[in-house]
């Protein structure tokens, strides 16, 4: 059974007591299909009214979904023929991150992704969706040859973050990440950077360097994870809850904050609801956005990333008065 | 509650970055410790070896224990004062000040605090100096300003003086202190990761040096963008530097750590790092490095 999360049980019962209405008017032969008809409404408009006004952290919790559809799911319904292609030529094959070839609409592309396990066997090959350096340097890999190549390079982003291990910092974390942001704002193909589920910091932020950020509407993004912030703001995990509304970190805030461009619409309930429905939407918005940048030359391509990186921040300059970071609170 | 913030503090105006007193030196040990608290001191206490050192002796030293070559935290400014020629330095983008885009709880309040601690405005001193007479685009993150930590004007101070350093065709060298980026700016700390990288990556284009200096402590974001980036990564003895912290990969990976795990010389043996140079050594290192790139810089201009 689908992992149910306690804001969706109003919905759980409503549906349920419309399946045993059914089975009544079955099995006693009675026609209830009025009573019926009544209750369905109340639950289109009660899944209108919940999933059309979930608090942040009840899409961290959709984001999080053990059946949110990862990367391996979108590929047959976005892609023909993908072929994988795997390693960094240093060290290993990360399999928390995937890449290759692939054709989008009749285009080759070459698609890098992050991979979260379904299960917690394959979540343990997958570490849980936290690559290493080496899963950063086989992405960078990929891409450099997208560069080389001329193919436009399309990420999807669903990562809780990099590894936090001790093997990590040996084999050079920070410098794997770095070097994918450095290399992946220079590109002169389109680059477009998907958030198809967990956004979690600079893990996320390694495959994130694209001319457009697209972000599915129950995905966030974000510089910590909530529990992680709740722990320094609060000295408490349990407070996650606060701290997912703090960080600004939804797919809206993302939008308004100038770094996310697009927001690819979800069935009601969330992608897991419905993965073909999902597919279509990430592949029209993707399309209208590759079509858009294919368009653009070479040098436009790099300089309007470089632009785009460039305007994100919010600070002030020339204030006239001192202290000026305070002006805002002190007229309040 | 910010009107009474206000009224009991004594640094309603922030004078010309070149008045400005040199802020209070950070000891790890005593992370608290103000010039407030003492006011006339004569002495610091090493937290290493536990030699008393008089302070004349220490700052002769460029504050490194002359018993056990500790270390200690320093200001922006000191770094500056230890590295650049004397009175070649000219402050860039000073007028930059934090916003609190997110309204985020208690980041006013941290802002307040970090002022009053380090007398900056902000978490990175940028600009123009020479070192043994050759100009170079410096940036030193200010450890005593929120733990140097990234948010929007740590990283768009970061960006303009790089371009400007491409715009002058000069070489970069950065100062990394941080924690990492700022959480309280959220998002738009984790894209200051991408846009200073993007900007070392401009530079790069133009064949222009860039030289990384890691002290104590370097993490997460800023480990993750500028501070690796460097053409040459010097670290100063025994600074803890990583992505993770070890706190952090203790707690979620019940994983011990080897004592000398992060450290400068941890990341020198596994081939991160080029160079572990005393703080003492610094300007002269430095000083060979640029050098030695001065022709290069010239042949690669016509290349």
Known sequence: ?????????????LEQKITELQKFSTDKEIDLSQEVAILEKKVDFLKKEIYGSLEPWQKVQIARHSERPNFYDYVPL?????????????????????????????????????????????????????PHPEGYRKALRLMDQAEKFGRPILTFIDTPGA???????????????????????????????????????????????????????????????PESCASILWKDTTKAKEAAEALKFTAQDLLRLGVADEIILEPLGGAHKNLRQTAEEVSQVISKHLLRLRAETPEVLRENRYQKLRGIGVYQENSKKPLGFLEKDLTK | MFKDIFKKTKYVTIQPAAQRSAPSDVSPQQPSLSKKDLPDSLWSKCPKCGEVLFNKDLEKNARVCTRCEYHFRISARSRLAILADENSFEEWDSELLPLDPLEFPGYEGKLLEALEKSGTTEGVLTGLAKIEGIPVVLAFNEANFMMGSMGSVVGEKIVRAIEQAINLRLPVVIFSTSGGARMQEGILSLYQMAKTSAALGKLADKHLLYISVLTDPTFGGVTASYASLGDILIAEPNALIGFTGPRVIMQTMRQELPKDAQTAEFNQEHGLIDLIVQRTQMRSVLARLLRCHQEGAQYAATV
């Open chain 1, 78 to 130: 976005l892609f023909e023929d993908f072929i994988e292609l795997k390693g960094d030529r240093l060290f290993a094959d990360d399999r928390s991150i995937a890449g290759g070839i692939a054709l989008f609409q009749g285009t080759p592309v070459t698609v890098v992704a992050q991979v979260k396990g379904k299960g917690t066997k394959e979540n343990i090959k997958r570490n849980f969706g936290m």
């Open chain 1, 1 to 13: 059974m689908l992992q149910l999360f306690d804001f969706e049980k109003p919905i759980a019962e």
């Open chain 1, 163 to 225: 590894a936090c291990d001790l093997a990590a910092e040996e084999r050079g974390q920070g410098e794997a990440i770095a070097r994918c942001l450095l290399t992946m704002a220079g590109y002169h193909v389109p680059v477009i950077s998907t958030v198809i589920g967990e956004g979690g910091s600079g893990g996320a932020l390694a495959l994130g360097v694209g001319n457009v950020v697209l972000i599915l509407e129950n995905s966030f993004y974000s510089v910590i994870a």
